[in-house]
């Protein structure tokens, strides 16, 4: 999508029927592992997303060859001649985006050292990588930080290691399955994230030749292998497009069918969809989401690692509890600066007070962590056109459906960003009935 800003006009239900395909946070990592088969693998359900895209590049500087297979979403991955990148075609993707930190044991194993330019991803807070590095060095890598990025080696190859995470990051957790499923000897993992994404990834390694077994208590257990092969494999459902769009329905009073959206991975925020007022209708292809008319409730939320409700639906579900009747209240406990995007719905009239340090005396399923922040929404506040900048993936599409809600006419810049994560995004809201007008 090169497309900067978009003139919208609010005040319309979007209703239609909308399709998603293979989750981000899957598929990007799935593309990753092919690295570390000896032949060629076949994903499907791949959307024309740019995180694809920015992966698919970095794939390719270090010889992968990246083509498309019959079906639309296929893609071949050959790694039969992957080899060291130069520095410069590496750089070019610095900054894009935070995937490039899970080349580094694909990379050890496959040609003994891997090059990683400075990270880039959303706005959402510092997102540091140490709990990546040290992972990394307890399977005997040797981590040397250049201005530029990060060189790493294994002198003496790659190790399978005991390691316990000091919060079940999913990126870590993925950066020690990447790398233990070839190192000599069994890791293991504690304190993992257990996401629906990270259990596919597990999938596709398994289909590869890994020995992986998920054990009770957040605890993985790895048993290296010498030699992975390609794989065949259609990525899990996006749920958090899909909780996008749901979110979208109820914001905007419409009704919406999210074609490929499963239950099973979205039983936490079909309880608070639930509770919000908002309805679904669960089918064996998909699920429809729509605001029956009536009043919406305001709900209380914890953001968590999985099995809890998940950061990246927060901010959507915003917009929708801008609409509700009474104090709705939002801890974002995984992110430390994840409600930069409040300004904006403030700006078209929302209710919404930020604390910084968390709310105290309120209730919470989790201790706090440190970062923890909190956001009230009072509802329902009408909500008018402004001229707003998309801040960040996830934030840049709750900007989009505060705009389709609002009334009157609204110019969000910086869009293109959203197209990062949603793919057919303008498609998407032309078939749902938005007005929209779109410039580069
Ligand atoms: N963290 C550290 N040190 C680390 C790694 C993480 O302190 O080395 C902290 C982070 O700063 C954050 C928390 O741990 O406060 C959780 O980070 P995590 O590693 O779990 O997240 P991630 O792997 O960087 C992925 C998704 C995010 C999603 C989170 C949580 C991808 C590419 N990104 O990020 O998705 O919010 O897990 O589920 O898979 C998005 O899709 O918009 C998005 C941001």
């Known amino acids: 999508m090169n497309i900067d800003s978009l003139t919208i006009d609010g005040g319309i239900p979007l209703t239609g029927r909308i399709q998603v395909r293979g989750a981000k946070n899957l598929v990007t990592k799935a593309m990753v592992a092919s690295l570390l088969g000896e032949s060629e693998s076949l994903l499907r359900g791949v959307p024309d997303i740019s995180d694809v895209r920015v992966v698919r590049g970095l794939l390719e500087v270090h010889g992968v060859s990246v083509s498309h297979g019959v079906e639309s979403g296929d893609l071949i991955l050959d790694p039969t001649n992957v080899r ?11 900054g894009s985006s935070r995937i490039p930190i899970l080349f580094c044991g694909p990379l050890l194993h496959q040609l003994g050292e891997a090059f990683i330019p400075d990270l880039g991803g959303c706005r959402i ?22 201005p530029s990025g990060i060189h790493i080696t294994a002198p003496n190859g790659l190790t399978g290691a005991t390691i316990e995470l000091p919060y079940p990051s999913v990126g870590a957790t993925e950066q020690v399955l990447l790398t233990a499923t070839r190192a000599k000897g069994t890791t ?29 208590n957040r605890v993985i257990l790895i048993e290296g292998v010498d030699r992975l092969d390609g794989y065949t494999h259609r990525a899990i ?7 996008s769009w749901a979110s979208a329905a109820l914001a905007t009073k419409g009704d919406i069918m999210v074609e490929g959206a499963k239950q099973e991975h979205m039983m936490t925020f079909l309880n608070v969809y639930r509770k919000a007022g908002g309805k679904f209708d669960i089918y064996e292809d998909g699920i429809r989401f729509y605001h029956p008319g009536g009043e919406l409730k305001p709900v209380v939320i914890e953001t968590d690692v999985h099995p809890g409700f998940m950061t990246d639906w927060q901010q959507p579900l915003i917009v929708a509890l801008t609409q509700a009747t009474g104090e709705s209240i939002v801890h974002e406990t995984v992110y430390e600066n994840r409600f930069g995007f409040t300004d904006a719905l403030i700006e078209m009239g929302a209710d919404i007070t930020v604390h910084k340090n968390g709310l105290d ?19 329902p506040t009408p909500l008018h056109g402004a001229d707003i900048e998309v801040p960040d993936l996830r934030g840049g599409f709750s900007h989009l459906i505060a705009a389709v809600t609002a009334d009157g006419r609204s110019r969000v810049s910086n869009v293109g960003i959203i197209s990062r994560g949603y793919e057919n995004l303008l498609e998407k809201l032309e078939a749902l009935g938005a007005r929209f007008t779109a410039e580069g």
């Open 125 to 146: 807070g510092d997102r540091p990588i140490d709990f990546h590095l040290d992972a990394l060095r307890k399977f005997g890598a040797v981590v040397d930080k250049l």
């Open 84 to 94: 060291s990148a130069h520095m410069a075609d590496i750089d070019a993707h610095a």
């Open 237 to 243: 459902f996006d749920r958090n497009e899909a909780a």
């Open 188 to 216: 293991e993992l504690r304190n993992a994230a257990i996401e629906p994404e990270i259990m596919d990834l597990i999938a596709i390694l398994q289909k590869m030749g890994a020995i992986i077994s998920v054990e009770p």
């Open 361 to 379: 005396g309120t209730p919470r399923r989790v201790p706090r962590r440190d970062l923890e922040q909190a956001a009230v929404i009072v509802g």
